[in-house]
């Protein structure tokens, strides 16, 4: 059974850090990865989506990289900015069976002014 | 282009009701996806259509149902409501079944009193 587990489950820096964000996964037999932004209350937004085949992806201050032997991702964050407060939510897609997609419980970020 | 969007936002039911969600896809798009997210966790999978036929179940009772219409709009039923059913309940669309991106909507936040 495939488990996503993301640390820390809380992270507070002072704005203009660059901050990782990990995500670890128990099977490595994967279709891809996906990045996710949650604000409280609210539904996700899709941040970065990264192929089974793919080391990394990148999207503005945004980038995330895949190590699928290891099962692991990172999101990496530059220049923080308050904005960027939200919960960090990483979700793979296994092979086999149904396409669903299996979530880690999120990493919530505040990024104080 | 709307996005998936997902009626009501709001629900408040009495345990023992019965409830309807719905959701409507990106245009195009022909794979529905329903979640469950539960405060301070991931949501978890409940059903996935695709060509309005159930391609995956998640582990949740027979109280919930889902169908798909010829539109691909998707509709979410849980019978005899329990207080634990409270919870953010999110629809995901996609283009096909093994496109691997997924886009959500805003969500229906359900309480049950």
């Known amino acids: 059974k495939q488990e996503v587990t993301q640390i820390p489950a809380a992270l507070s820096v002072p704005e203009g850090e660059n901050l990782v964000l990990n995500c670890s996964f128990t099977?490595?037999?994967?279709?891809?990865l996906q990045w996710f932004r949650q604000d409280p209350g609210k539904g996700l937004t899709s941040l970065l989506l990264?192929?089974?085949?793919?080391r990394e992806q990148t999207s503005g201050r945004l980038n995330a990289s895949l190590d699928k032997s290891s099962g692991r991702s990172t999101l990496y964050i530059a220049a923080s900015q308050p904005g960027d407060s939200a919960t960090y939510l990483c979700?793979?897609?296994?092979?086999?069976?149904?396409?669903?997609?299996?979530f880690g419980k999120g990493t919530k970020l505040t990024v104080n002014p | 282009d709307a996005g998936v969007t997902q009626s009501p936002t709001h629900l408040i039911k009495t345990r023992g009701q019965h409830v309807t969600l719905r959701c409507s896809p990106i245009s195009g798009h022909k794979s529905v996806s329903w979640y469950q997210q539960v405060l301070g966790q991931g949501p978890q999978f409940i059903f996935q259509?695709?060509?309005?036929?159930?391609?995956g179940r998640g582990n949740f009772p027979d109280r919930f149902s889902a169908r798909q219409f010829p539109n691909y709009s998707s509709e979410l039923n849980v019978n005899a409501l329990l207080l634990g059913d409270s919870a953010l309940y999110l629809c995901a669309s996609s283009l096909a079944q093994r496109q691997q991106s997924y886009t959500f909507g805003s969500g229906t936040r359900l309480t049950v009193v």
């Open positions: 259509y695709y060509e309005k036929e159930e391609r």
């Open positions: 099977d490595s037999a994967i279709y891809n």
């Open positions: 990264i192929q089974s085949s793919q």
């Open positions: 979700a793979v897609i296994p092979q086999g069976g149904s396409e669903k997609l299996v």
